[in-house]
């Protein structure tokens, strides 16, 4: 059993990022600028765009955190979006969700110009993802794929089951594995609260990616001896014994699954700091134009 | 076992389509109108796009089918694409595909104004079907929905199998099944010609949708008792007993198959018949912009 490391990839891939921005200081470029919209003050969103913000001066970046209170209106918030799609100095931006429920979510990340939208949510990248079309990727996703691809993982013609029909890692991710392509060409399957055999579903599954929100689902039972195990969750549980009375926990009981798996990400410290690096991938690219 | 009767659904369908526009026109508004683009002279091109204009007829439509030879360059393609998306008369038009190799379908797709893309290729619908948003639905995996949904066909919790990753049947119809809502919350699993295990994929599957293009891939042995069978297939095999001197064949070996089922499609006289109906339904929400 190997634990992949996310982190430890994560850091490698910000390093390798930090040398690509030398070189387009060293030939007179612009350094890539991310900006960042906070509304609130929500937990998971502060500690969120505080790791963004950290990641983007360790890749050389130039970050911008704009914030909000929770009262800011919908208009305001669409006044900021449309002044940093016109803003040439920032290449990429995102708004962290969830907002407020007086505000639209679908309609400010739509009002997002594709080609800043470096978290990939926008339906131009989510339709082109979907067709195979270079794009920025959705972050999470991405950086499963990224672990595969260092990992050597094969995904070929293996079964992969993805636990979650989100629009942000269950879908993606799925679109992403049955694709042709090196990591890819895997035959899907997605389960969500509606399938009635998702047990037998997992215990057939070569790759369980595990993105439902809900700590220690994936059992013991449930693994097949030598799957790998991609660990989406990260929900808070209370702990007290803990600074900040609470400890991250994944979708996998990690204790008792780590022994049968021959692969299984960590929570924290496996997909986590990948969709963080993800996100700085997209900014590279955005600032570099590769894309559009 | 019920065979699906996709010509009688898409009858009825253009009937309903057809009373729409009668009263678009009885209070003075505009008749829906669809145009489309042939290049060059496929044979399977030619019978698509006739069918398409006799379906406008009968819906009531106005329809205008522009020819070009082989040998139109892509830049007057585009030029003409402007020009339908400029002409206010023309509420949603299609490019016929294939097209000759020396042009880029892609580029073609993307031209064209995604609030006139009845086939619902651009990355905008893709993306915003995927995400579960209004949009030009594309149009084979949305005949499939609507014969799901007129024979009250469970699908909740169902493991359908889609045989086929393309982007124009496969991938769309896996995210559609797998959303939620009625037809839809089925467990779904994209298998393709990488997949190892298809086969006992298949004899699990309470739902098979084959969009594979290999004549009679799908066998008797392949099936559970009382499965549903949806035939995407529409081969043209040689026959030197028919006129045309061809038969379309379908994905499944029907005469075996079609005994052990609860449902299934005909080939011809299933799913073909609802993806031209879905299209004029596209046609009509253009026209009335109930989605743009």
Chains 1, 2 share one sequence.
Not at 143 to 148: A, P, R, T, V, W
């Amino acid at each position: 059993m190997q634990i992949i490391d996310g982190k430890a990839i994560a850091a490698t891939i910000k390093k390798e990022i930090a040398q690509q921005v030398d070189e387009i200081m060293a030939k007179g470029g612009k350094r890539p600028h991310l900006a960042a919209i906070l509304v609130g003050h929500d937990g998971g969103s502060e500690t969120y765009v505080a790791n963004k913000v950290k990641a983007c001066e360790e890749c050389g970046f130039t970050s911008t955190l704009i914030r909000y209170e929770d009262d800011v209106t919908e208009e305001q918030l669409l006044a900021k979006v449309q002044e940093l799609n016109n803003d040439p100095d920032v290449d990429g931006f995102i708004v962290q969700l969830p907002l407020p429920r007086h505000i639209d979510e679908q309609k400010v990340t739509e009002a997002i110009d594709y080609r800043k939208d470096v978290d990939g949510f926008h339906p131009v990248n989510v339709g082109r993802l979907s067709i195979g079309l270079p794009c920025f990727l959705s972050a999470t996703p991405n950086g499963i794929m990224e672990l595969l691809r260092r990992y050597n993982i094969d995904t070929k013609g293996k079964k992969c089951v993805v636990l979650g029909r989100s629009n942000i890692v269950g879908k993606p991710m799925a679109n992403l594995m049955m694709q042709k392509g090196t990591p890819g060409d895997a035959t899907v399957t997605v389960c969500h609260s509606r399938t009635l055999n998702i047990v037998e579903e997992c215990q057939a599954a070569d790759i369980i990616i595990a993105a439902l929100g809900q700590p220690h689902f994936v059992k013991a039972e449930m693994v097949k001896e030598g799957a790998v195990i991609i660990d989406v969750g990260t929900t808070r549980v209370p702990d007290s014994t803990r600074k900040s009375g609470f400890r991250l926990c994944g979708d996998v009981d990690y204790e008792n699954v780590a022994p049968k798996c021959s692969y299984i990400t960590p929570v924290p410290g496996g997909v986590g700091p990948m969709t963080i690096v993800s996100l700085m991938k997209n900014t590279l690219l955005a600032a570099t134009h590769e894309i559009y």
